[in-house]
């Protein structure tokens, strides 16, 4: 027995043991209260006839004093203590998610305002919690549990997910080893975690037991609610060149009419695609598929939206941003042959062999105007299909190699400013020597003048070839130019030392195509031993440069296969034909390890509030690290570049390389540019990412109740609808002891002198009265 209120002595506190309990137990404390029960009972039987006043008295006696020799017999303590109870805890926990944004169709306060608008009502009643013992604490979830104040629950609801079984979880974590009295949980029930719709899991029934408190639930909704969302995207994180994709999105509605709308898919901020979708049912989803034919390789911003319909509860959930990224399987190149010879074969040879590459090649045998003695429809030959190639596909090749072809017989003329257009715009072009190619094929008056990385002389062809200028037979070998030595299309060999030697073991050429120079900016690889251009310097042979995000290459000689056939022949493997070959074609296409300027993301897709972190890498023209370059990085809308949202400036080091910190950005696409200037060349490298808003949260933003009812019922506590539960709070169950003392009543002698002498009395005055 105990007891809790202020006492004599500074005591608030008694408790009553029984000391005989120890050593007889409690069924010897029993039977010594049943005897005593007994004896008092028997005097009440024989005292039936006495007279009242006289048979009371005695009764009386009798009771008095058997109770006096049974107390002294159970030896009763009084434990006197002077304690301080450790209030417990009542742990509020509020949905700041962003479903909690949703307002009514009748644009009334949110479930997050309605929320706060709730706590503040139930101030007073709070208060009240805290004068018996309880502390309140007020926490938001989301993702995670976090301290809050009411003043932050005012604040928009920032939160990607609502992890309900999760939060539990983590409050038995923030309790462990304290008292927890109750939990109030305010939310509308949409999880996004491990509950879901429900029921409730294994791991979250054990939440529930270990926090060994009520959890009383208040559930947030709106009677009627009209949402329609992109709940979902279904598209691969990367896609092949010239191979059809397909991107899925899974369109959701809540509260609409049967209605028609258009779904949307953008690309880099303009509409490639629109479908229709009809919506049946008051809720619904359909599932829409939209066919993308890419054609060159990149990093690629997506969106696919909905329009935002009156009385929407969201419009944020009606656009979802993705990205894919493209990449090549195959390079697909055109080849385009003038006539036959030993270089045209091993080139045609190599490209068909190449399992990375995709090749058309055109071997032209006849023009239009070639005599013909039979009929046209019995010809095996096709013309060439001029309008087609440099019209129609130009664009869905990677690179175009122009192999001592002479474009005049064949119509082309009229197209290479298309081809000079391809090349500026990130296509590549390749022209190989002969006695119809650059100056000697007339192309020094054509377009494509512009995008070669040589001058050329304007003086058109002759009909004798011996006589042309522009053209050598001597027999020669190449030298490697200082660029040559360590750039990737020259570097047969990793190790430079060991490259130089590899190519001055190579076979002879036998002639060139003589240009006056290579252009400005342009990088001779391969020089001739004893010929001078215009300009004094060796005679270029192979020459690589930019033109515009384009590539182009010169190999001013109709020879190369030297490398492969009479290599091969003089005990070498022969395999520097096909190595030089591919290295220029990585090179051409840009393949990405072969940039000066890189900007790597350690992802492509953040989270809302993660930290955006590139790596940037420079290299000289050689592929050799540029230290101390100075990379201007440019934080754009991927939509709309035009005013950059944030500028940064890194330094790279020794190694070449430096890290940019973009920081944390808001949900949306980006586009990060990086700058820079090496050796004299400006160079832009560009990344797409995406800011992600969440995850499922506002696919379907409808209220739910049910892991809001569970919760309270496996607990033992409340539910109610917008309305504060009926909160029963756990009594304290830790005491904190100060002093303590302790009485022992059965151990005074006046107490059983007492119960002796009243027995006697009784005795004697039943004997007087004639009783036995």
């Not at 830790?734 to 009243?758: F, K, M, N």
Request: charge should be negative.
């Amino acid at each position: 027995m105990t007891g809790l209120f202020q006492l004599p002595g500074g005591y608030n506190d008694w408790r009553i043991g029984l000391g005989v309990a120890g050593h007889l137990g409690r069924i010897g404390v029993a039977a010594l209260v049943a005897a005593a029960g007994l004896a008092v009972a028997l005097s009440a039987l024989a005292l039936i006839e006495e007279r009242r006043g006289r048979g009371w008295l005695l009764l009386g006696l009798r009771t008095a004093g058997v109770l006096a020799c049974l107390v002294t017999a159970l030896e009763p303590t009084v434990e006197l203590r002077q304690v301080s109870r450790v209030p417990n805890r009542v742990a509020v926990l509020v949905d700041a998610s962003r479903s909690m944004e949703v307002r009514p169709p009748d644009g009334g306060p949110s479930r997050a305002e309605r929320a706060a608008a709730l706590l503040e009502r139930a101030a007073p009643e709070m208060a009240g919690w805290q004068r018996d013992g309880h502390d309140v604490d007020l926490y938001t979830f989301g993702e995670a549990v976090s301290p809050a104040t009411a003043a932050s629950l005012r604040e928009p609801p920032a939160g990607d997910a609502t992890r309900i079984g999760e939060a539990l979880g983590e409050l038995r974590a923030r309790y462990a080893g304290r008292d927890l009295g109750a939990v109030l949980l305010i939310s509308d029930g949409v999880d996004t975690g491990r509950i879901g719709e429900g029921p409730l899991d294994a791991a979250t029934h054990g939440a529930i037991e270990a926090l060994g408190a009520p959890i009383h639930t208040v559930g947030l909704g709106e009677k009627s609610l009209r949402d329609l969302s992109i709940a979902a995207v279904l598209a691969d994180g990367f896609a092949f060149v010239r191979t059809p994709v397909s991107i899925e999105a899974v369109v959701r509605q809540t509260g609409l009419p049967d209605r028609q709308i258009e779904v949307t898919l953008e690309r880099d901020g303009r509409p490639i695609a629109t479908r229709g979708v009809i919506l049946h049912g008051d809720r619904s989803e359909e599932k829409i598929a939209f066919d993308w034919l890419p054609d060159h390789p990149g990093n690629f911003v997506f969106r696919i939206s909905t329009p935002v319909l009156a009385g929407e509860a969201l419009a944020g959930n009606n656009q979802q941003s993705f990205t894919l990224k493209v990449i090549r399987d195959r390079v697909r190149v055109l080849h385009l042959t003038g006539r036959p010879s030993w270089d045209e074969r091993f080139v045609r040879a190599m490209l068909r062999r190449d399992p990375n590459v995709d090749l058309v090649s055109f071997f032209i045998l006849r023009t239009e105007t070639d005599e013909q003695p039979w009929n046209h429809d019995d010809l095996s030959l096709i013309p060439f299909p001029t309008f087609e190639i440099f019209e129609e596909q130009l664009r869905s090749f990677d690179l175009v190699i122009f192999q001592n072809f002479n474009y005049a017989p064949y119509g082309v003329e009229p197209f290479l400013p298309n081809v000079r257009d391809y090349v500026e715009g990130g296509g590549a072009l390749a022209m190989i020597g002969g006695d119809l190619s650059f100056a000697s094929g007339g192309y020094g008056l054509t377009a494509l003048r512009d995008v070669l990385p040589v001058e050329l002389s304007p003086i058109p062809p002759t009909l004798d070839g011996e006589s042309d200028p522009n053209l050598t037979t001597d027999n020669f070998k190449p030298r490697l130019s200082p660029e040559g030595r360590t750039h990737p299309i020259t570097s047969l060999l990793l190790d430079p030392p060991d490259n130089e030697l590899r190519w001055g073991k190579l076979p002879a050429l036998e002639g060139i195509n003589r240009v006056p120079r290579a252009k400005p900016g342009a990088t001779t690889l391969l020089t001739h031993p004893t010929l001078k251009g215009a300009d004094g310097k060796p005679a270029p042979v192979l020459v690589a440069g930019d033109a515009g995000k384009g590539r182009s290459l010169a190999l001013l000689t109709d020879s190369a296969w030297h490398w492969g056939f009479l290599a091969a022949g003089e005990g070498d493997d022969g395999r520097a034909f096909q190595r030089f070959w591919e290295n220029a074609i990585r090179w051409l296409v840009r393949d990405p390890a072969l940039m000066l300027l890189h900007i790597e993301l350690d992802r492509l897709e953040y989270a809302r509030n993660q930290s955006v972190a590139a790596r940037v890498r420079a290299m000289h023209a050689d592929y050799s690290p540029a230290p101390n370059v100075d990379v201007d990085v440019a934080v754009t809308d991927a939509e709309s570049s035009d005013k950059p949202l944030r500028t940064l400036r890194a330094t790279t080091g020794a190694d070449g390389e430096a890290q940019v910190d973009v920081g944390a950005l808001p949900p949306g696409a980006y586009r990060l540019t990086g700058r820079a200037t090496i050796e004299g060349r400006p160079v832009t490298q560009e990344e797409t990412f995406v800011v992600r808003a969440g995850g499922p949260e506002l696919d379907d933003v409808a209220a739910r109740d049910r892991v809001l009812r569970e919760l309270a019922q496996a607990s033992g506590g409340d539910y109610r609808f917008e309305a504060l539960p009926n909160i029963s709070i756990r009594p304290s169950r830790e005491v904190r002891v100060g002093r303590q003392r302790a009485v022992e009543l059965w151990s005074r002698p006046l107490l059983l002198l007492l119960g002796i002498g009243l027995l006697t009395l009784e005795w004697a005055l039943r004997r007087r009265s004639g009783h036995s």
